[in-house]
């Protein structure tokens, strides 16, 4: 069984910054891609960002050039650098991880953007 621990939420005023932090259970090699979904209330859930194992990274348009994904791979924990929050960026964020046809998911972390 796969775990993902995610850490790093909190409320932050807009204009802010917040880092998102990921650690599974096992190499962050070993998925097919690992990435960030956010759930607001009364919304679907929706991808922010994705890397694959190879390094090639998306992300949903209102955050290109706010957020950026990335490995580390000494500490094996994926990040999501969160600049110039937004009140509409106030959700939940979960990591995500895909292995082969299986989907992993943490527990969600809050993240909430208010002044």
């Given amino acids: 069984q796969v775990q993902l621990v995610e850490s790093g939420g ?5 204009g802010g910054s917040l880092r998102l932090s990921c650690a599974p259970s096992r190499s962050i090699f ?3 891609v690992m990435g ?3 759930q607001a209330p009364g919304k679907e859930r929706e991808l922010v960002a994705g890397i694959t ?8 348009d209102s955050v290109k050039g706010r957020f950026t994904i990335s ?5 094996n924990t994926v990040h999501l650098q969160m600049n110039s929050l ?4 106030t959700a939940v964020y979960y990591c995500s991880a ?3 046809r299986k989907d992993y998911w943490g527990q969600g972390t809050q993240v909430t953007v208010s002044s």
């Fill in 71 to 75: 490995r580390d791979n000494a500490k």
């Fill in 10 to 14: 909190g409320l932050v005023q807009p």
């Fill in 36 to 38: 960030w979904y956010r």
């Fill in 86 to 89: 937004k009140p509409e960026d």
């Fill in 98 to 100: 895909k292995l082969g």
């Fill in 53 to 60: 194992s190879g390094g090639n990274t998306n992300y949903e």
């Fill in 30 to 32: 070993s998925f097919n």
